[in-house]
């Protein structure tokens, strides 16, 4: 009962917000990178072997693309909100970027959920335990007058 009535008390630390797995690749001019979006309408998953064949971002050119999972607030900022102004999986793009046209690909989407019980029960149950420590040791700093564990160095 303990461990359920602290979920609840905490729930909002146990949500996960929306992820997306997202690729994405640079190149340097518009018909290629339209060519790329042909091709990729065709076989979404050649993103990986097209972004390393023509991707100019030397990041995203060795990991084929791929940025990993992202929340809407991650970096690099245009890219993410690319990525996040879709509903559903898909290709987005070529759109114009300073450094060249920009396509990204968004393979998968994962909702905002809040993790059940079960998974963080022990968590719960460690921060249940810390807490009574610290609140006992507490009470005996304040039993033995204890002013200052730590010496003040600051003067």
Not at 23 to 35: E, G, I
């Amino acid at each position: 009962a303990e461990i359920r009535n602290w979920y609840h008390a905490h729930e909002a630390e146990y949500r996960v917000p929306e992820r997306r797995q997202v690729f994405w690749m640079l190149v340097s001019d518009k018909r290629l990178a339209q060519r790329i979006m042909r091709a990729l309408q065709k076989r979404p998953e050649r993103f990986r072997e097209l972004a390393r064949r023509y991707s100019q971002d030397a990041a995203s050119c060795t990991t084929g693309g791929e940025l990993g999972w992202l929340t809407a607030d991650a970096e690099p900022r245009a890219i993410t909100a690319k990525a996040f102004s879709v509903d559903q999986p898909g290709l987005i793009g070529p759109w114009q970027m300073p450094e060249g046209w920009a396509i990204v690909w968004v393979k998968a989407v994962e909702p905002a959920h809040t993790l059940p019980l079960e998974a963080v029960r022990d968590e719960i149950a460690a921060a249940i335990v810390e807490t009574r420590i610290r609140a006992r040791l507490e009470g005996i700093a304040k039993r033995a007058h204890v002013k200052q564990l730590v010496p003040d160095i600051a003067r």
